[in-house]
């Protein structure tokens, strides 16, 4: 397979330069948000209010069992699905009640979407070139800072390559590339790095760090413990609701609109027939087993 040199450092800010001025709000946001599936077997509630706001220009992690609603979340936020209920707004647009013609707009203008397999997100007869013109095409802008984005995600030299003559972890990266193409808010990706070897996924998870620094928000489902301590915020989903939140190294427990708090698993097992004695003394919640 082919050498996979990496991308370009990203280029830090001019001395004296003022610093950037704090976005206004959060890339996405999601509010009571629910998700059922109905099978054969009956329903499936994959999401049970989960509500979450993902900082602009900064990389989020969406961390949790199998099971747990992590991919639900991601196709809800990219626009590919919709919820039962809830709402969700991107780039302060709220998805929910458009149509599907006026859906498809958004996603085309506001959105990208990035899969595990590196294949499934490139056309296997486009060049690395011209899949980022096709993606300009799309968003209808053009295309003059294509060189600079593959300069900095190292794929310069790859311009005129096809996908098959590319690495798995240069794969991936062009498809980062193409769905940045136009500085979209928000770029979703179900667990990027679970098909690359360790080397390729530091090195993408280079490329999207510098991605994030140049204003988009990232938000990745991930097992991946690397993805973790690089992100700027991680969720944690377990039995399709929000665990906890965590900003560096504070992990706060969430508190729905009912007033519902998931306990971690290691806290659960105190409590084998699920109730618990709450009580309120001097402004402080204690729980404990009956």
Same mark, same amino acid.
């Given at each position: 397979m082919?050498a !996979?040199?990496?991308?370009?450092?990203?280029?830090?800010?001019?001395?004296g330069?003022?610093?950037?001025?704090?976005?206004?709000?959060?890339?996405a946001a999601?509010?009571?948000l629910?998700?059922?599936?109905?099978?054969?077997?009956?329903?499936?509630?994959a999401l049970?209010?989960v509500?979450?706001a =993902?900082?602009?220009?900064?990389?989020?992690?969406?961390?949790?069992?199998?099971?747990?609603?992590?991919?639900?979340l991601?196709?809800?936020?990219?626009?590919?699905?919709r919820?039962t209920?809830?709402?969700?707004?991107?780039?302060d647009v709220?998805?929910?009640?458009?149509?599907v013609?006026?859906?498809?707009?958004?996603?085309r203008?506001?959105?990208?979407?990035? =899969?595990q397999?590196?294949a499934?997100?490139?056309?296997p007869?486009?060049t690395?070139?011209?899949?980022?013109?096709?993606?300009?095409?799309?968003?209808?802008i053009?295309?003059?800072?294509?060189g600079?984005?593959?300069?900095?995600?190292?794929?310069?030299?790859?311009?005129?390559?096809?996908?098959?003559?590319?690495?798995?972890?240069?794969?991936q990266r062009?498809?980062?590339?193409?769905?940045?193409v136009?500085?979209?808010p928000?770029?979703?990706?179900?667990?990027?790095?679970?098909?690359? !070897?360790?080397?390729?996924?530091a090195?993408?998870?280079?490329?999207?760090?510098?991605?994030?620094?140049?204003?988009?928000?990232?938000v990745?489902?991930t097992?991946?413990?690397?993805?973790?301590?690089?992100?700027?915020?991680t =969720?944690?989903?377990?039995?399709?609701?929000?665990?906890?939140?965590a900003?560096?190294?504070?992990?706060?427990?969430?508190?729905? !609109?009912?007033?519902?708090?998931?306990?971690?698993?290691?806290?659960?097992?105190? =409590?084998?027939?699920?109730?618990?004695?709450i009580g309120?003394?001097?402004?402080?919640?204690?729980?404990?087993p009956?």
């Amino acid at each position: 397979m082919p050498a !996979d040199p990496g991308p370009a450092a990203p280029a830090g800010p001019a001395a004296g330069a003022s610093p950037a001025a704090a976005p206004p709000g959060p890339a996405a946001a999601c509010t009571g948000l629910v998700k059922i599936y109905w099978t054969a077997t009956g329903e499936v509630h994959a999401l049970k209010g989960v509500d979450a706001a =993902f900082p602009a220009a900064a990389l989020s992690a969406v961390v949790g069992p199998s099971g747990s609603g992590k991919s639900s979340l991601l196709r809800i936020l990219a626009g590919l699905d919709r919820p039962t209920a809830g709402q969700v707004t991107v780039a302060d647009v709220r998805l929910s009640g458009l149509s599907v013609g006026r859906l498809r707009r958004l996603r085309r203008r506001l959105l990208g979407y990035v =899969f595990q397999r590196p294949a499934d997100n490139l056309v296997p007869y486009l060049t690395v070139a011209e899949h980022l013109e096709l993606a300009a095409r799309l968003r209808r802008i053009p295309g003059d800072r294509d060189g600079d984005l593959l300069e900095l995600l190292g794929l310069a030299h790859r311009s005129r390559h096809l996908p098959r003559q590319l690495s798995g972890g240069e794969q991936q990266r062009l498809a980062f590339a193409r769905a940045v193409v136009g500085d979209p808010p928000l770029v979703v990706a179900d667990e990027p790095t679970a098909e690359l !070897d360790s080397a390729s996924a530091a090195t993408l998870l280079e490329a999207v760090r510098a991605l994030a620094a140049h204003g988009t928000a990232l938000v990745l489902a991930t097992h991946d413990p690397a993805v973790v301590a690089l992100a700027e915020r991680t =969720f944690y989903l377990r039995h399709g609701a929000m665990e906890a939140e965590a900003s560096g190294q504070e992990a706060l427990s969430v508190i729905d !609109d009912a007033g519902r708090v998931q306990l971690p698993p290691e806290a659960l097992k105190l =409590f084998p027939a699920r109730r618990a004695r709450i009580g309120v003394e001097q402004g402080r919640v204690w729980i404990g087993p009956p």
